[in-house]
C-alpha cells in the first residue's frame, strides 16, 4: 500500500467521522423537535410520535457509535455507516419527488459524501 493511499483513506476516515458526528446530532435535534411537538400542537396519533422519538434516539446513537468505532480504526462501524446513508439517500429521493427540495437536496448532499467517505474511510 502506497502513501498516497494511505493518506487518502485516512483523509476519508477522518471525514467519515465528522459527518457521522454531525447527522447523530441532527437526528438528536429532531428527536428533541418531536419531544417537544405535543407542547405546541396537537398530536394525533402518540404512539407513531413516541415511536419516531425512540428510532430516533436509537438512530443517533447508531451513528455516534458509528463514529466512534471509525474514531478507534475498528471495521464494526463502516456497515452501519453505509447501510444507514443508503436508508438516508432513499428518504431523501422521496422527499425530492414530493417537492420537499428544500430538505431532499441536502439530505442527499450530506448522505452521498457521508457514505463515500464511509466506504473509503477503512483499510484492512
Do not use: Q
Not at 498516497?4 to 447527522?23: G, H
Not at 407542547?39 to 436509537?58: H, K, N, Q
Amino acid at each position: 500500500m502506497n502513501l498516497k493511499s494511505v493518506f487518502a483513506t485516512e483523509i476519508s476516515r477522518r471525514r467519515a467521522i465528522f459527518l457521522l458526528k454531525v447527522e447523530s446530532g441532527l437526528l438528536l435535534t429532531l428527536v428533541i423537535y418531536l419531544i417537544l411537538a405535543p407542547l405546541i400542537s396537537d398530536v394525533s396519533v402518540p404512539a407513531a410520535l413516541s415511536a419516531e422519538i425512540v428510532f430516533g434516539l436509537l438512530g443517533a446513537a447508531g451513528l455516534w457509535f458509528c463514529a466512534n468505532g471509525f474514531k478507534s480504526n475498528k471495521s464494526y462501524g463502516r456497515a452501519p455507516a453505509v447501510l444507514a446513508n443508503l436508508i438516508a439517500l432513499g428518504v431523501s429521493y422521496y422527499m425530492i419527488s414530493g417537492n420537499l427540495l428544500l430538505v431532499g437536496i441536502p439530505l442527499s448532499l450530506l448522505a452521498i459524501t457521508t457514505l463515500v467517505s464511509a466506504a473509503l474511510g477503512y483499510s484492512e
